[in-house]
């Protein structure tokens, strides 16, 4: 008779080998490196080889008890590729089926669930109670020994593991988990138009001051999402539960000569019970501290333990210049309308802030953001807003070297104006390293990896972003612009429209989409957005060019050539971007003339020459000598 010998399930495929119950990834015999939930990832897609595994289904196998944002799953496949050694957009081991979820392609062989036979001769030397055989002692009962020995070391070596195993994805899951927490913006309750900057602003300073304390366990949605929520006119419990919100804060602001008061009152969303509520009242000198009093009041209502440097970092809090302190939140106020006139006044308030408050960063960063969009806007010419943004991201680093916000607007910079690729990476990284939980950081990331070609990364920060600020349209026009580079031009559409549905006033969602049918060469559609982009942000020389091109791609080749002229005449003005002249001429056929503002365009360092590479409006001229020259200048890998 035989022992029985149970070998290990095993897959492969290519040069790897997954072991599942050795929680084990072997690459030609070497351990790859995974962590316990992309290793869960793995082991999904390989049992399910050759068939679409929906988004859905991995998440709730995944974190079956958790509410996790959609970014986690895709950090987790882009972890996966990493380590199976795939190179960017090619698929040889896991296809992305978009918006819809994910195919295992490899061939996979399973191994070890056969039974293997073992001769008593073999087995018995190893358990066998060798000097009962000498004496005669029957065989059978040294067998049953050996099989009881066998099953029970089985047993236990399982049970081990499975307790491990167990212990590791609760662990992991824990760690997945984050509370949600949605700052509602604060109340006017005077109903003063002129007192909306200091409301809207308090809102802002709150978040952030709520953002920063533990962003590892706690997210606070941004602003801009809190924004819409409130002007939806949805009910807010509603809303809340599809967002993931687990705690709703309400706020009420006063002020009253030299005092300010704030009334807030936290409510749990899963039965709406009222945790807490409290009035806070300092004069406007502390208004910082009072707003850090609120925060912990909060982290400490909905059992976030602060560590011993986030102790620190609330006890430094100092008072401000009160007049200071309103110049910026009048600045804030003018930044968010987002327009050409708005940044410049928002400069301005800034401006007045630093004056009165020299050591105070976050005037200096949210000017460089300014500066940044001025310059993407041609309001201002590239050698005078970049290097402007440069500057004063720095000198609010210089003054708080933590600041995620300064950060990522030096990353802009570095980016589109010193095409310092590898600095531009860095600084996005650090940003999103100190505070993960800033949406702008993995926008800036995502465009960086856009820049690059690297379009999973791309999709996997933009997703990301898009999770952490859900009702943000800038970051959901974003989503629709990776899409549009990297040539899924269907769903870049879908994305885009989707943005139309919840703002149809919203020009830059306009705008793109009119990029985006003319790749279909749906000419005449791009030819009505491109005329509703117009409309909506009039004088933007930007939506007029691409207006311009829609008409020469259509064949409109005279009604081109007036936007030529249009922006030609403009252009004794005030700066117009050469890059926009080319894109017209390029689509009117004449490659000598298009390839000229082109090099202009670089000389000029505008910024969309970071998108040259991967830009599909440039494909008719990708080959010719030139245009490869005009490439190999930028410097982009």
């Known amino acids: 008779m035989s022992a029985i010998h149970r070998e290990p399930v095993s897959y492969q495929f290519g040069p790897f080998c997954l072991v ?12 790859v490196p995974l962590s316990p939930k992309a290793f869960e990832v ?10 679409l595994i929906k988004k859905e289904e991995l998440m709730q196998k995944l974190w079956p008890d958790s509410f996790v944002e959609e970014a986690n ?19 040889k081991y896991i296809e992305t089926i978009p918006r819809v979820g994910y195919r295992f392609l490899a061939d996979v062989d399973l191994v070890g669930k056969h039974v293997s036979q073992i001769t008593d001769q073999e087995a018995l030397p190893v358990f066998a109670n060798v000097d009962a055989i000498k004496a005669g002692a029957p065989r059978r009962s040294v067998r049953m020994r050996v099989v009881i020995f066998v099953t029970l070391v089985l047993v236990a070596i399982l049970g081990f593991g499975y307790l491990t195993y167990s212990s590791l994805r609760r662990s992991e899951t824990l760690q997945d988990r984050k509370i949600v927490l949605l700052v509602l913006p604060f109340d006017n309750p005077g109903g003063n138009p002129e007192e909306q900057y200091f409301s809207d602003g308090m809102t802002e300073e709150m978040i952030t001051e709520l953002a920063n304390l533990q962003p590892e366990r706690l997210r606070v949605i941004p602003r801009a999402s809190a924004l819409r929520v409130k002007a939806s006119g949805k009910d807010i419990d509603q809303v809340a539960r599809g967002l993931g919100v687990n705690y709703v804060l309400e706020t009420s602001v006063y002020r009253s000569d030299n005092h300010v008061r704030i009334n807030a009152r936290l409510i749990n969303v899963r039965d709406q019970s009222h945790v807490w509520a409290e009035s806070y009242e300092r004069e406007l000198r502390d208004v910082l501290v009072l707003q850090n009093e609120v925060a912990r009041s909060v982290a400490q209502k909905i059992a976030l333990q602060l560590n011993a440097a986030d102790q620190t970092q609330s006890s430094i809090v100092h008072q401000i210049n009160p007049e200071a302190h309103e110049a910026y939140l009048k600045g804030m106020y003018y930044f968010d309308k987002f327009s050409e006139s708005g940044m410049k006044t928002s400069i301005e308030y800034f401006q007045q802030a630093i004056a009165k408050e020299p050591n105070y960063a976050p005037p200096y960063a949210r000017m460089a953001r300014a500066y940044g969009v001025l310059g993407n806007f041609n309001s201002m010419r590239p050698e005078e807003a970049y290097p ?29 104006y010193d095409r310092d690729w590898n600095g531009a990476r860095e600084e996005f990284e650090r940003a999103i390293e100190l505070n993960p939980n800033f949406a702008i950081a993995h926008q800036g990331y995502a465009i960086y ?54 703002d149809p006033t919203y020009s830059v969602a306009h705008v793109f989409l009119s990029h985006a049918y003319q790749e279909k060469g749906m000419f005449e559609e791009a030819i009505v957005e491109a005329q509703k982009a117009i409309a909506l942000f009039e004088g933007n020389e930007y939506r007029i060019a691409s207006l311009g091109d829609a008409y020469a791609r259509a064949g409109k080749k005279q009604e081109a050539r007036n936007i030529l002229a249009r922006l030609m005449k403009a252009s004794r003005d005030h700066y117009i971007s050469p890059y926009n002249t080319a894109l017209i001429y390029k689509s009117l056929g004449q490659t000598d003339e298009a390839l000229d503002w082109l090099e202009k365009a670089c000389d000029d360092r505008f910024w969309m020459m970071a998108f040259l590479k991967v830009d599909p409006r440039w494909d008719p001229l990708r080959s010719h000598p030139r245009f490869q020259e005009i490439l190999r200048r930028t410097g982009l890998p």
């Open 388 to 416: 402007k943004q440069k500057e004063v991201a720095l000198k609010a680093l210089e003054i708080d070297g933590t600041f995620a916000e300064a950060r990522t607007a030096l990353g802009w910079s570095k980016l589109f």
């Open 42 to 51: 793995l082991v999904l897609l390989v049992e399910s080889s050759g068939h």
């Open 73 to 91: 799953l895709t950090h987790q496949i882009w972890t996966l590729r990493k380590a199976l050694g795939e190179k960017e957009s090619e698929y």
């Open 449 to 502: 990896f856009i820049s690059m070609g690297q379009f999973d990364r791309a999709e996997s920060e933009i997703l990301q972003a898009q999770q952490l600020d859900p009702i943000n349209l800038n970051i959901k026009c974003d989503v629709g612009w990776s899409l549009f580079f990297a040539r899924r031009t269907d769903e870049s559409i879908v994305q885009l429209k989707e943005v139309l549905q919840m």
């Open 20 to 31: 599942p119950s050795e929680h084990q990834l072997l690459r030609e015999g070497t351990a």
